[in-house]
């Protein structure tokens, strides 16, 4: 099993859609948890951070589960310029990050 | 002013070359990493360095020797290059990733091998 999971998609919408990601991961002792944005041929760039009692960020909501150790990204009224892939993040401790495979978003007129 | 910077961006190379990738960042960071993505989009932690000091080394063929100079640099050499080494090769830097900080990385190196 694979330490963190995802959907690759791609999830195709129509501009103005919302669209939600998931995400599972393995290790249980995992401590803090993120959502990265990676466009085509760049490095991934922070989207945001995923704390316990979930959070807001303008257009994109995270929302963390440990029980089930499930992790989500909710993005609303999607824009062209959200189209990425959507990387999952989580720290198992010891300064490893573990990236999932992503999820590769496209947004159309 | 580029906060990790890694040179070079785009490297072709023959079967059997030594090649490195070079790795600064101006952060003041105490921890830098080398990821690999491959062709499907994975991305996998190959090294991790914190203050110099080689803290994460995920079973990556002892071809690959990582080298930190000072805290803000972190090195990669790659002897004997294969095929299977073509990839995308990210530098990264963080403070303490434990307590919530991110991790922020450089544009990444194109490697092809012929």
């Known amino acids: 099993r694979k330490e963190v999971e995802q959907d690759p998609g791609p999830f195709n919408v129509p501009e103005g859609a919302t669209v939600a990601f998931n995400c599972t991961y393995s290790n249980s002792a995992s401590q803090s948890f993120f959502w990265y944005r990676q466009d085509c041929r760049k490095e991934p760039k922070l989207l945001m951070s995923v704390y316990s009692s979930g959070n807001e960020d303008g257009r994109f909501t995270a929302q963390l589960n440990r029980a089930s150790q499930y992790i989500s990204l909710l993005i609303r009224d999607s824009k062209l310029s959200d189209s990425a892939t959507y990387l999952c993040?989580?720290?198992?401790?010891?300064?490893?990050?573990?990236f999932g495979t992503g999820t590769r978003l496209l947004v159309s007129p | 002013d580029t906060a990790v910077s890694q040179t070079p961006k785009y490297l072709v190379t023959q079967m059997g070359n030594d090649k490195s990738i070079k790795c600064e960042q101006n952060?003041?960071?105490?921890?830098m990493y080398w990821y690999k993505q491959d062709s499907k989009k994975f991305l996998k932690i190959m090294f991790s360095?914190?203050?110099?000091?080689?803290?994460i080394n995920e079973t990556v063929p002892n071809r690959f020797s990582p080298k930190s100079p000072d805290k803000a640099h972190l090195n990669l050499h790659i002897n004997s290059l294969e095929l299977g080494d073509s990839a995308v090769y990210f530098c990264a830097s963080s403070q303490d990733v434990s307590s919530g900080n991110t991790i922020y990385f450089g544009e990444g190196s194109w490697l092809t091998v012929v």
């Open positions: 360095y914190n203050n110099k000091e080689l803290i």
């Open positions: 993040v989580v720290n198992e401790g010891f300064q490893k990050l573990v």
């Open positions: 952060l003041g960071h105490d921890t």
